[in-house]
């Protein structure tokens, strides 16, 4: 027990002892790190100081510099203000200098002028003078004498005036003519056109023979059906690797030939295919009409027009008038209006573009009652052309009194297009009138769907609405046409009138 006691105490006087000794160590570290304090204080006031004395001399220097630079600078200002001041006065010295010359010049004019009013006074008291002394001497006053004067120069005058106005016409009308005939001489000249080629047939061309009995089919059910739907014949002969499609209507004539060269190369000869080419290729050619009157528009060079009328000009493409294909007539008589208006300095652009459409009412004359000028004229009026445009295209068969040069441009272009050798031929024309009036007659009875003349006029194969028409009445409306057609038409030897209704046909011949 004493030893564990005496180890305790033991214990305790060390932990004593060795507090006692961290503290006197502790003050000492402490002292030391007060002393290490002040002295890097003492070291700081030392630094900063120094920097301040050199930031203040710095500053001192600069400012020296900034104020030798500012001196030399209002120095510079100085004479430059010096310089400008001996301007000025220079300019000043050289204003009064010229004010000086300018005053001595005004006094020389009012000098002159003085001297000028002084002779014209003379002058004019000389000329009275003489007047007195020659009417003293004639006999007569001045004014007689004005009068007499005037009254026989007046009368010379009116004689030489209506000579030279005489002679002036005379070359005015000498001249005319023959710039006129030089201008549509050059014209003619520089439109290229071929003559008129007349014709109402197209010729589509077979791989070989054994075709033509695929194309009639069996019992000639093909053929039927292609003349049906197309409204052509079909003539089929002796001609080698070729079938001959015949109709007065040339797009009806063109869908017709597309249908069969579309079954050609498809080779599914059959009534439905029949009637499924037939549709595609009229969808077709209608694309091909557009893009046939848009290619006449830019040959023209007269601008932009609306796509109807581009429409319509690519309908006339398959359109004659006397045997003339009419788009290229509309052409050729664009090309020779323009020229005749660049030469006369009239409007180049106007003229030929109512040149272009001056016969466009002829792609709508089976649809719209009323003359092809009229027609032409409400076309171009619905689609925004100009009032010279309409004006010319209104005029062009004087059906109005042509107002403007231009329109008698187109009126001549027309003329010249209409009447140059092989232009036109008589027998085409009134043979497709002859066709056209057989259809119409068909057509505006009731009940009827299609109408299309063939064999060169000699059939006439009517295509009725069977919930219209029953087998009774479709024998009547067979009669009653022929009887019309006996009445209103001339025509030689028969005319074979067929009326189709579904699968029957009523024939009746006259």
Do not use: W
């Amino acid at each position: 027990m004493l030893v564990v006691v005496g180890i305790l105490i033991g214990l305790a006087g060390g932990v004593g002892g060795m507090a006692v000794a961290l503290r006197a160590l502790g003050a000492t570290r402490l002292r030391e790190a007060e002393r290490r304090r002040a002295a890097i204080v003492a070291e700081t006031e030392r630094t900063a100081e120094t920097m301040r004395r050199e930031a203040l001399i710095e500053a001192r220097e600069s400012a020296l510099q900034l104020r030798t630079e500012t001196e030399r600078d209002l120095e510079r200002r100085r004479e430059e203000v010096a310089r400008a001041e001996e301007r000025v006065r220079a300019q000043e010295s050289d204003v009064e200098r010229r004010g000086t010359d300018v005053g001595r010049r005004e006094q020389g004019i009012a000098d002159r002028e003085a001297h000028a009013r002084q002779l014209q006074q003379e002058l004019t008291e000389a000329r009275h003078k003489e007047l007195r002394e020659l009417e003293r001497i004639g006999g007569i006053s001045q004014a007689q004498a004005r009068e007499e004067m005037v009254a026989r120069s007046a009368d010379e005058i009116r004689h030489e005036l209506a000579r030279r106005a005489r002679v002036l016409d005379e070359e005015a009308q000498s001249d005319a003519r023959r710039k006129a005939r030089n201008l549509v001489a050059d014209a003619l000249q520089r439109v290229a056109a071929s003559h008129a080629a007349e014709t109402t047939v197209s010729l589509v061309e077979l791989a070989s023979d054994d075709m033509k009995g695929r194309i009639i089919g069996r019992e000639g059910r093909n053929i039927r059906a292609l003349e049906h739907v197309t409204g052509v014949d079909v003539i089929i002969d002796d001609t080698p690797n070729a079938v001959v499609l015949s109709s007065f209507d040339g797009i009806r004539r063109e869908i017709a030939k597309m249908t069969v060269q579309k079954l050609l190369q498809d080779g599914r000869i059959h009534p439905a295919r029949i009637e499924e080419m037939y549709y595609q290729s009229k969808a077709e050619l209608e694309e091909h009409i557009l893009q046939a009157g848009q290619q006449a528009v830019l040959e023209a060079n007269c601008g932009d027009v609306h796509e109807e009328l581009a429409r319509a000009l690519g309908r006339l493409k398959y359109r004659t008038s006397y045997g003339q294909n009419v788009l290229k007539h509309s052409l050729e008589v664009a090309h020779l209006a323009g020229l005749m208006a660049a030469e006369l300095g009239a409007s180049v652009r106007t003229a030929r573009r109512a040149a272009l459409l001056h016969d466009i009412g002829k792609a709508s004359t089976h649809e719209v009652e009323g003359s092809h000028a009229e027609i032409s004229t409400q076309l171009a009026t619905r689609y925004g052309e100009s009032k010279h445009v309409i004006h010319a295209i209104e005029a062009h068969h004087y059906e109005v009194q042509p107002q403007t040069v231009e329109a008698v441009l187109v009126i001549a272009a027309d003329a010249i297009s209409a009447s140059r050798p092989g232009a036109r031929g008589e027998g085409l024309e009134s043979y497709v009138k002859r066709l056209t009036a057989l259809e119409e007659i068909a057509q505006q009875k009731p009940g009827v769907e299609k109408a299309y003349a063939l064999q060169a006029g000699r059939e006439i194969r009517v295509i009725v609405k069977p919930e219209e028409i029953d087998d009774d009445a479709a024998a009547l409306l067979s009669l009653e046409l022929a009887r019309e057609i006996e009445s209103r038409l001339e025509y030689p030897g028969q005319i074979k009138v067929t009326v189709i209704r579904e699968s029957r046909a009523v024939e009746y011949a006259r």
